[in-house]
């Protein structure tokens, strides 16, 4: 079962906007991480967000976690090119991190 | 500073052979992980490892073997192929607590089960 489900599954934009990309979670977390994996790559950490945080930036990314809804958003602003990939949430429960399917991101120049 | 390594990159194989996917850190992480990834299933985990000699299943365990006699490997074995193990696999490794730590992951291996 996927502890994480992200939406949309796909979202394109103009370089210079912002993307936002949504994640539901199923059960109690310790915490809620995102990815970024770049097509044919492996996975790369960007940000983790505790469960007793509520927001948290990272240079362009910003991730809020409202646990009461079992959700988290990630914001990147100012998308560049080299933001496409696919994005995906991880919920760490009880000793598992499991991963959503993940939003496929393309920004147009 | 090599990281993550998996080895090999592609691998076609046929139903029923055996065969077995490397994954090296030079980190000495304690953790290591083996993930598969199928589309409209995101990763799932495959096996976990705490540390060398122990070793535990994850979501989908079945028709996988691991083993981590040294620190620094985590082979994945598949006994019998079979065409549903056809995916793309990836190994990790994270430093300490493992489930609050970040994971590193490996470039992956392309397996096709004819």
């Known amino acids: 079962s996927q502890q994480g489900e992200e939406d949309p599954q796909a979202l394109s934009i103009q370089e210079g906007e912002n993307a936002t990309m949504n994640c539901s979670y199923k059960t109690s977390i310790n915490n809620l991480q995102w990815y970024r994996q770049n097509s044919g790559r492996g996975l790369v950490h960007l940000i983790l967000i505790r469960s007793n945080e509520r927001e948290k930036h990272s240079g362009r990314l910003r991730v809020t976690l409202d646990t009461s809804k079992k959700s988290s958003s990630l914001l990147i602003t100012a998308s560049r090119a080299a933001d496409t990939a696919s994005y995906f949430c991880a919920g760490q429960g009880a000793q598992k991190l499991v991963f959503g399917q993940g939003t496929r991101l393309t920004i147009n120049p | 500073d090599a990281g993550i390594t998996q080895s090999p990159r592609y691998k076609i194989t046929e139903t029923g052979r055996q065969v077995t996917l490397m994954c090296h850190q030079t980190w000495s992480h304690s953790y290591m992980f083996w993930y598969r990834q199928d589309l409209g299933h995101g990763l799932r985990l495959i096996y976990y490892s705490a540390a060398a000699d122990i070793t535990d299943k994850g979501e989908v365990p079945d028709g996988y073997v691991v083993s981590r006699s040294k620190t620094e490997n985590f082979p994945l074995t598949l006994e019998s192929a079979t065409r549903s193990q056809t995916s793309v696999y990836f190994c990790?490794?994270?430093?300490?607590?493992?489930?609050?730590?970040?994971?590193?992951f490996g470039p992956g291996t392309r397996l096709t089960v004819l």
């Open positions: 990790a490794s994270s430093e300490s607590a493992g489930w609050t730590d970040t994971q590193y």
